[in-house]
């Protein structure tokens, strides 16, 4: 299964190690990696091969600058071909300019978006087309009257607890300012509190204390500090036996 990592904190900080911890797991999911970081704006770097393999991610994090906010993805192909178009993260603005990232752990089943969207995404991926969902989802909002930020996290929130119902929503997005986290399958998602902010990911990345992120439940992070929180929702994904199955064998 792909895996995610997820920062968010008030000040600049030194993640590097757990960067390099994180794209270790790339043997397990060797078909592709990506990551969205800062520095002046928003840069998205992807490459549709194994992070282990790659050319100049190792180089890049022994010199990788201290950040605020951070995005990282290692893939595990289930919906799409092995391309770039398909990596994570999957980035784009709204018609008020706002700058959207997702990254995305599951499959999408169900779901309005799942074809509607096939002729406008970059790729083939079930996740792209959830993520060009949401922001027309938001553009209809906008389109009325631009949101503030509590309105964003309630637009953000009923979309995914809309769209939870039969499909696994292991994601984690960013606006520009807030990091909404979201999980719906268990023993999955996990974070660690920092001296200055919080990071988040599939599975822990040191020996430290890390705990499990709430089941069915979308929380909004800014500077490190949690700032909203929605209602725990029904909408827990319970694999079939095929999708366990699938998934042992990958660790086997």
Not at 222 to 250: C, N, Q, S, W
Request: charged share 20%; with cysteine.
């Amino acid at each position: 299964m792909c895996e995610l990592l997820g920062f968010t904190s008030e000040i600049n900080t030194d993640i590097s190690d757990y960067l390099r911890a994180f794209f270790t797991h790339s043997e397990n999911n060797p078909h592709g990696w990506g990551m969205m970081y800062e520095n002046g704006g928003r840069i998205i770097l992807k490459e549709p091969v194994c992070a282990n393999e790659s050319s100049f991610l190792g180089d890049m994090i022994d010199s990788f600058a201290p950040q605020k906010n951070l995005l990282a993805h290692i893939r595990f192909a289930t919906v799409g071909s092995i391309n770039e178009n398909n990596c994570h993260p999957f980035t784009d603005t709204d018609i008020s300019g706002r700058e959207w990232t997702l990254i995305h752990n599951g499959t999408i089943f169900n779901g309005r978006h799942n074809h509607r969207y096939s002729a406008a995404q970059h790729g083939d991926t079930d996740s792209e087309r959830f993520f060009l969902s949401l922001l027309d989802a938001m553009n209809e909002h906008i389109s009325r009257a631009v949101p503030n930020e509590r309105e964003r996290f309630e637009i953000v929130n009923n979309f995914i607890v809309e769209n939870a119902p039969r499909n696994k929503l292991n994601l984690m997005i960013y606006d520009g300012d807030m990091l909404y986290v979201h999980k719906n399958l268990k023993n999955t998602l996990c974070f660690k509190r920092l001296e200055n902010g919080i990071i988040f990911a599939t599975k822990p990345l040191d020996n430290g204390v890390w705990i499990p992120f709430p089941m069915a439940q979308v929380i909004a992070y800014k500077h490190g500090h949690e700032v909203y929180r929605g209602d725990r929702h029904k909408g827990t994904f319970v694999p079939p036996l095929e999708y366990i199955t699938a998934m042992d064998a990958m660790y086997i």
